[in-house]
């Protein structure tokens, strides 16, 4: 393959041209209600080739590796007719190497049949009342093997195995309808698969319980989140606004988002990186060959990095942080988070719940969207805070406003720093990209809760 590619990107009449050569082996089960909706695996093979040519790109994705010079070419030209400026690229040092993906435990020793069986085990499990009206239930995996090269001498072969489940009960009673979910992935370990009976169980009663729960009434509150809620909170309100297309692209943000500015408090420190590793963001090489980094975001609660490509660090006179990612070789490489993460604190829950007369407690997501600075994010469970205590369950809450004034309000952040890595993330018409979010236990001050 390192043959193949490094033969068609020879004497091109370009400034830069980059090859990426994908294999993939994915299984999809998924019932909906108590019938099998999905069931399936399937191999696949493609590539493209960008290239650039005075500032202005190219791209040409394939199916067929015959005539890989020919498709190079493609690309050129295509750039050579958008091109009319300078060709701006960060500096990212030449390397060879080959990464063998994670493995804890391989779904590929583990036959179509018995993953089938597996997933019947968590429907039985789902349907655990005469209130549950329908379940949904999904398992996905994949082995995807990357092979990369690009015109200034870097060549990368990397693999990797992505593990998925994700259950859901609905309970209905009249004309109410509540659910209750959980979504839950690895890197490499399909161990995880067999850890879930018990949470799986939960499910059903929650939807039920929920059905009873009062609704809170809407208003500002203190409100804590769980890791899950605060990963996602992270990930969606600060995090894609970190992504350096976005802030470069938009001159509002480019105005907002200035390096040195604070934005919350100095117990606030939030880092985005895929050599973190072992979770479902990590790699060794994003998909221009730049080695991974850890990227600082805000250090006590000053703003002091952004993630970036290499054109867009260039562009901003920064350094390339590695987190140029594509979901699959129909797409060029866009600015994207890997695992993005609020650092722990010093304090307890306990610390976070003391003082707090009256709040929400909320945890695990379900769902949310974001546009620039302005979010909204749905609490998969949420439960009244009196004098400090933890209460009964309320209906699942809605909390929205403004992140910069959220993150000025967010006064405190507890010590149980967990991960998120259910889900996947969404942006450019590429989802849903393998990401991980984590977070300690945080506490909101002011924080809109939607409710009667």
Known sequence: MRDLIESALKGLNADYVEIRIEERETTNIAFRGRELDE???????????????KGGWGFASFNSLDDLRAKAQQAVEQARMVGNERTELADASPVVAIVPPHIVSDPADVSLSEKHRILEEYLDLLWGGPEIQTSSLRYADGHRTMYYGNSQGTYTEQARIDVNFWASAVARNGGEVQQASISMGSLGDFGLVHR??????????????????????????TVI?????????VHEAFGHLSEADHVYENPKLREVMVLGRRFGGEQLNIVDGASIPALRGSFQYDEEGVEAHRTDLIREGILVGRLHSRETAAKMGEDPSGNARAIGHQFPPIVRMTNTIIEPGDATLEDL??????????????GGMTSMEQFTFSAGESYMIRDGKIEGAVRPVMLSGNVFTTLENLDAV???????????????????????NGSPHIRLRNCLVGGR
């Open 353 to 366: 719940l003391e003082g707090v007369k009256e709040g929400v407690y909320c945890r695990n997501w379900d």
């Open 196 to 221: 879930m009976h018990d949470t799986v169980a939960e499910l059903p009663q929650k939807a039920v319980d929920f059905l009873k729960a009062p609704q809170v009434k809407g208003g500002e509150y």
């Open 225 to 233: 989140l769980d890791p899950v809620l605060a990963g996602v909170f």
């Open 414 to 436: 507890a010590n149980d720093l967990d991960m998120n890595q259910g889900g996947g993330c969404g942006k450019g018409g590429q989802s849903p990209l393998p990401v991980s």
């Open 39 to 53: 069931i399936g695996q399937s191999t696949g093979k493609g590539g493209n080739v960008r290239a650039c040519v």
